[in-house]
Structures are given as structure tokens and as C-alpha cells.
């Protein structure tokens, strides 16, 4: 079993950033994974804002390019979402999630349904 534990949401006004983070741990967990970030915002589908491979390949939506950069620590079993300018429409709440299947982070953005382990949730508003 995997658990993750997000942390660092908050409010922010636009313009301004955050930094995301999510810790993993659990006997089945490898720093083989891929690990990624998805939001949902009220009445709108989950996107897949970022993923990272366990060699730092890494893939964003559109919408992040350019503004949010994804990290990972393998020795503190933590990926990071750095959100920079954040803007109106950045508000959702972010899940962290992981998973074991070697495939590419492009795949693990855009094919949430096949992940298999997902975190709480950490709220971010912007305004």
C-alpha cells in the first residue's frame, strides 16, 4: 500500500505563488514511480497539471507550461509543484498521485482513471 500526503495549499491572490508538496510512503512504494499532480475544480473534469518519471522526464498540461514546474526528492520520497503567477482560474483542489506502470509522464497525465494511488486533496484558491 502507498500513501500520499499533500501539503501547502492555501489562498493566494493572482499573481502570486505556492509550492505544493506531497510525501510518500508505504511498504509497496518505489522510488520508481511516476508522481504527478491533478486538479478538479467545482463542476469541471480532473486535469492532469504535471508528471515526473523517477529520471526527472517530466510533462505538463498547457495551462501549466510555462508557470508551474514539478520536482521530485527521491530521498525525502516527496514531489513538489511549484505554481508560479497563479491566476483565477488555477483555483481546484490538487491531488497528488503515484504510480508503479512504466509508462511515460504524458501518458500518466492525461490517463488518471488507470493511477492507482491518490492523495487527499489540498485546497488552493486563488482570488
Known amino acids: 500500500h502507498v500513501q500520499l500526503v499533500e501539503s501547502g495549499g492555501g489562498s493566494v491572490q493572482a499573481g502570486g505563488s505556492l509550492r505544493l508538496s506531497c510525501q510518500a510512503s508505504?511498504?509497496?512504494?518505489?522510488?520508481?514511480?511516476?508522481l504527478g499532480w491533478f486538479r478538479q475544480a467545482p463542476g469541471k473534469a480532473r486535469e492532469g497539471v504535471a508528471a515526473?518519471?523517477?529520471?526527472?522526464?517530466?510533462s505538463y498540461a498547457t495551462s501549466a507550461e510555462g508557470r508551474f514546474t514539478i520536482s521530485r526528492d527521491n530521498a525525502k520520497n516527496t514531489v513538489y509543484l511549484q505554481m508560479n503567477n497563479l491566476k483565477l482560474e488555477d483555483t481546484a483542489v490538487y491531488y497528488c498521485?503515484?504510480?508503479?506502470?512504466?509508462?511515460?509522464?504524458?501518458?500518466?497525465?492525461?490517463?488518471?482513471?488507470?493511477?492507482?494511488?491518490w492523495g487527499q486533496g489540498t485546497q488552493v484558491t486563488v482570488s
Open positions: 498521485a503515484a504510480d508503479p506502470g512504466f509508462y511515460g509522464p504524458g501518458y500518466f497525465r492525461t490517463h488518471g482513471s488507470e493511477i492507482q494511488y
Open positions: 508505504g511498504h509497496t512504494y518505489k522510488r520508481s514511480f511516476t
Open positions: 515526473i518519471q523517477s529520471d526527472d522526464t517530466d
